[in-house]
């Protein structure tokens, strides 16, 4: 779908929760000397100017990262997502917002690779013009999921996959699932991320389902709610990680009370996390 452009919910509840858990991941692939492969189907902007027009129209950074850029005693869990922002923002005023290519690149050591799909033609120059002077980061103006399957497996051979689309077709759902169950029969050693939103339709259960169903072992579900299940609009994200870096799960839930009082309304669902599939 060529008609939904990121820049209107950059630094929502939703990128926070989203970003929060991919520069965990990141971090945990830091930890070993091993270089990594980085590869996204939707790749968005690279940044994102907070007092544009789009995020202005709809102000949802208000309710996300700006809540949070004042706030003192950070977790230890957010820090990692927290100096990222506050890296792409020189003065002490929240301007700009890094989207997750921009993340994943500034944590990238030398050695480590990555590979972006964009098929949005506005959006692809705009990341593609920002990454222009990073040999490291490879942007493709093509499919995400025929895009990153063409990859697969990477080299370097360890690393990460975020699936990111925004689901204004439903049947995305059912392709997430289908390509989630291919890329792993290639690269079965991977780490997928798999953002999804929280709305009334519930269409996000059929894919839960369907790879619940499929065979795929070790996938852990985390879900922030910021609004009540009642909402017309988007009142919660959820992460789908599949082979999570070890521990993950337990920095993930450290953290997720004090994003509910940071930033949900009363009326919202205290997070939620689980191993929809064990190991």
């Known amino acids: 779908m060529l008609s939904y452009q990121h820049g209107f919910h950059a630094g929502n509840f939703a990128d926070v929760h989203k970003h929060m858990i991919l520069a965990l991941m ?88 990555l590979a972006v799909m964009e098929l949005h033609p506005a959006e692809y120059q705009r990341v593609k013009q920002h990454f222009k002077r990073q040999p490291q980061m490879a942007v493709h103006h093509r499919d995400g999921y025929e895009g990153v399957m063409s990859m697969m497996p990477p080299k370097p051979n360890r690393g990460l996959v975020l699936v990111d689309p925004s689901y204004e077709v439903k049947t995305e759902y059912k392709q997430v699932a289908k390509f989630v169950r291919q890329l792993l029969t290639r690269w079965p050693n991977g780490s997928v991320a798999i953002w999804y939103p929280l709305l009334k339709a519930g269409h996000h259960q059929e894919m839960l389902d ?70």
């Open 26 to 113: 990141i971090e945990a692939l830091n930890a070993k000397d091993k270089p990594w492969s980085y590869l996204e189907t939707h790749g968005g902007c690279a940044l994102y100017d907070l007092s544009d027009e789009q995020a202005q129209k709809t102000g949802e950074f208000l309710e996300g990262i700006n809540k949070l850029w004042d706030k003192a005693n950070i977790p230890e869990a957010l820090l990692p997502y927290m100096e990222q922002v506050r890296a792409v923002n020189a003065e002490a005023t929240l301007q700009f917002y890094p989207g997750s290519p921009s993340i994943a690149t500034m944590m990238a050591r030398p050695s480590d690779r």
């Open 210 to 279: 369907n790879i619940a169903a499929s065979g795929i072992r070790k996938v852990y579900q985390s879900e922030f709610f910021v609004k009540g299940s009642d909402s017309q609009r988007m009142y919660g994200s959820g992460m789908l990680l599949i082979n999570p870096p070890w521990q993950l799960d337990q920095k993930i839930d450290s953290v997720m009370p004090w994003l509910h009082k940071s930033l949900a309304l009363k009326e919202a669902g205290e997070p939620q996390g689980q191993w929809l599939v064990p190991e």
